[in-house]
């Protein structure tokens, strides 16, 4: 009994000490501390790849996961070793232009489109735990701005105009506060991939669309459509899987 009262102690005591002094082999501190920054992007695509490299099948997934609001970066400041401030940023453009013929081969259609989203916002973040496994949670102040267009134009195979339609969305802005609760281990010193859940609590404005019709030499006709808002619990709840740099 004395033995096994001795092992458990020394087992404890082991423990206690590798959670009070986490380090490598050559010394290197796994965790945080005061005055680290750090950056967190999406690590889907890393896994996606990873996937891919060991069996050579291109339609590989990545774990069942998206992102907090999609694929945005986000950088952090540590002021104690236990609470952070965060910054949230994503600036996303895209455009594509593709020409086809119709089945007949008499017609071609032209079809462009375009959009933009920016993503920024301010938090900050909270710490617990005293091993390489690191509980976190906090909230971000965000805003949101996006716009989409799409411009289909069918000229005859000769290229003459037919006819055009232009469509705009009109400019979406939304508000909000999101809440995330999540954990990361760290594999190496101040490197660990993660987890975490975040919650959104926002409101949201999207301006009038608008389309714009032409055909052949008649004058262009313009429509325009409403404008909404609403206030919503969770539009933007996504789970998501990081890793996370420190220095």
Known sequence: MKKVLLTAAAVLSLTFVNAQDL??????????????????????????????????????????????????????????????????????????????????????????????????????????????????????????????????????????FVSSEENKSGLGLGLGVQGFLGAEYFIFPKFAIGAQYTYRVGFDVQGKSESTFKNGTAAAVTTEGGKSSNFGFGNVGITSINLTLHF
Do not use: C, H
Not at 28 to 52: C, H, K, R, T
Not at 72 to 96: H, P, W
């Open 23 to 160: 380090k490598s082999k050559k010394g290197e501190a796994y965790l945080p501390v005061a005055g680290d920054w750090a950056v967190s992007f999406n690590a889907d695509g890393i896994f996606e790849y990873a996937g891919n490299a060991f069996n050579g099948n291109t339609n590989n997934s990545a774990p069942s996961v998206d992102f907090v609001t999609n694929n945005a970066f986000v950088g952090k400041k540590f002021i104690t070793d236990k609470m952070a401030y965060r910054v949230v940023a994503n600036l996303g453009f895209g455009s594509s232009n593709v020409t086809a013929p119709n089945a007949l081969n008499t017609a071609n259609t032209e079809t462009k489109r375009s959009g933009f989203d920016l993503t920024a916002g301010l938090g900050k973040e909270w710490r617990k735990g005293s091993t390489r496994l690191q509980g976190f949670y906090g909230a971000d102040a965000l805003i949101n701005v996006s716009s989409r267009s799409e411009e289909i134009t069918t000229t005859t195979s000769t290229g003459t």
